[in-house]
């Protein structure tokens, strides 16, 4: 072969060559795209099967039932309600830890999700009986599938603002919603007086009052933490001594809320007992982790730093304290409704005399815990990380306040919004922080203590020079303003706008049932 016939030769083995290199990485890129849509499809994948799987519970539960129909409907619907409070409202629950980087997200994830099923399976049935019978009057109602109907399009409408807020990113309210539905529903259903106005009356004045309490125990707890730890002379012998007595606190008071929660049928004890159960486990809480406390303090240095290491044991504690105490209240929010359901077409309008089905309480817990794992580390970092900056310590005092808060309203039932009090509790330690840096006095002692130690000039006064301006003044603020006001008018508009959807979904079923 002559040479102009071997160089055409290598030209066809180069271009046959380069033909193939691109048809393997047109492969490569289909192989990537259908792995990425596989995986977008995952999530809704898994939602979709446990919706079919909590539609087989309440076949199971129900069989030979004439309703059956409906309550299968209104499993589907309620799983799909708890799904999305496990999107948009357990964000409020791990996010300070995350936040405050004492654990990855993922690690949060799994404990949020193992501590809400355990919530709601061990002390959900009171805020359900709430949800169920306390908002609708059943004397007005007593109509089996009237209420069925009432109960569903309370559902259908919560879960889909709750799915909006989420994919907007905005951590409303799953109470409000849950509410404000069934609010709605019933008053287009059977009129005005068919809504327990008392009964929603306290709910709203919990509403108000719980993110103030939550913020005010945050507030104290951080100002303890600050006056008795952090502006003292020896930061660690002071963690040493404090923290162990911090988390011997907060085993006691939960052990003593699990206690009273439980049904009479499993333990039935005087509440001096459940004190004194309460009180022999902060001995021991004390007692084991005061060792913890100090082998991990050894070799620390004497700064804020340090402390930081020191507090991420009691705020894993107080994490996962709170997500058992939001499976407990919020699990309402979706079985609630499917409760009264399944009590009216079973015949009974008095579901306050009864126990809440387990199968009930499992298809809220699961969906939650599914939920969160599937959707919800978009709004973790909304509010553990953008409304103000945490590091361990505050983020301890705001997971402790809304654990206690959200406890406290769960033992009389009362269904409050975990998103408020948590949220509310970081807004109130940002708040205080402001405060503290330009008004405490201990801080501006401690500080010119230190600046003089190391031989360095007196530090400059707390309060910023009079010239700087307002823009300036702004920016140095420790709590994002604009976060604020938009989730405030998210919580404002929630009640409405799910009523409205509620009353909107239920006259259409009635219409087409005739």
């Not at 089996?144 to 559902?155: D, G, H, K, N, R």
Request: proline share 4%.
């Amino acid at each position: 072969m002559n040479k102009p016939d071997q160089t055409q030769a290598n030209r066809r083995k180069a271009s046959r060559k380069a033909t193939l290199d691109k048809d393997l990485e047109k492969i490569n890129l289909v192989e990537d795209a259908s792995r990425h849509i596989s995986r977008r499809l995952a999530a809704p994948g898994a939602a979709f099967l446990f919706v079919i799987a909590a539609m087989l519970m309440a076949i199971g539960a129900m069989t030979g039932h004439p309703e059956t129909i409906l309550v299968v409907l209104a499993a589907a619907l309620a799983a799909y309600m708890a799904m999305n409070i496990g999107a948009n409202d357990v964000a409020n629950n791990i996010g300070a830890a995350v936040g405050a980087r004492a654990m990855s997200i993922g690690t949060g994830l799994v404990l949020a999700a193992i501590c809400e099923i355990a919530g709601a399976l061990i002390s959900g049935s009171d805020v359900v009986r709430t949800v169920a019978t306390g908002i609708v009057r059943p004397d007005m109602v007593q109509d089996p599938i009237q209420l069925s109907l009432i109960m569903m399009a309370a559902l259908i409408a919560a879960a889909a603002w709750i799915n909006i807020a989420t994919w907007i990113n905005a951590p409303v309210s799953t109470t409000h919603s849950i509410v404000g539905g069934v609010m709605g529903a019933g008053v287009a259903a059977a009129g005005v007086n068919a809504v327990n106005w008392s009964v929603l009356g306290g709910i709203a004045v919990s509403w108000v009052v719980s993110p103030i309490l939550g913020a005010l125990i945050a507030v104290a707890m951080l100002a303890f933490i600050k006056t008795f730890i952090i502006y003292t002379p020896d930061k660690i012998a002071a963690a040493r001594r404090w923290v162990p007595l911090l988390i011997a606190l907060m085993l006691g008071s939960f052990t003593t809320y699990i206690l009273i929660v439980l049904p009479n049928e499993i333990v039935f004890l005087p509440m001096s007992v459940m004190l004194g159960i309460g009180f022999v486990t902060s001995v021991l809480g004390w007692m084991i982790s005061h060792p913890l406390i100090a082998r991990s303090a050894e070799g620390l240095e004497n700064r804020n730093q340090s402390l930081r290491v020191l507090f991420r044991i009691p705020l894993i504690f107080s994490a996962a304290l709170l997500s058992f105490a939001h499976g407990a209240n919020d699990v309402s929010n979706a079985i609630g409704p499917l409760a009264a359901i399944v009590s009216a077409l079973g015949g009974s309008q008095n579901l306050g005399v009864q126990s809440v089905p387990l199968w009930e309480l499992t298809i809220g817990g699961l969906g939650i815990a599914l939920g969160l794992l599937l959707f919800g580390p978009r709004l973790v970092n909304l509010v553990g990380k953008e409304i103000t900056k945490l590091n361990p310590m505050r983020a301890y005092c705001v997971a402790l306040s809304a654990a206690v808060t959200v406890i406290l309203a769960s033992s009389i039932g009362a269904p409050v919004s975990s998103t408020h009090i948590a949220v509310g509790s970081v807004f109130g330690v940002g708040l205080f922080r402001e405060w503290y840096i330009r008004r405490s006095a201990q801080r501006q002692t401690y500080l010119s203590l230190t600046a003089q130690e190391q031989g360095m000039t007196e530090v400059a006064p707390i309060k910023p020079p009079r010239d700087v301006n307002q823009a300036e003044e702004r920016r140095r603020r420790l709590v994002r303003r604009s976060h604020l006001l938009s989730i405030l008018a998210a919580w404002m508009i929630t009640v409405p706008l799910s009523a409205a959807l509620a009353g909107g979904v239920v006259m259409l079923m009635l219409r087409f049932l005739g």
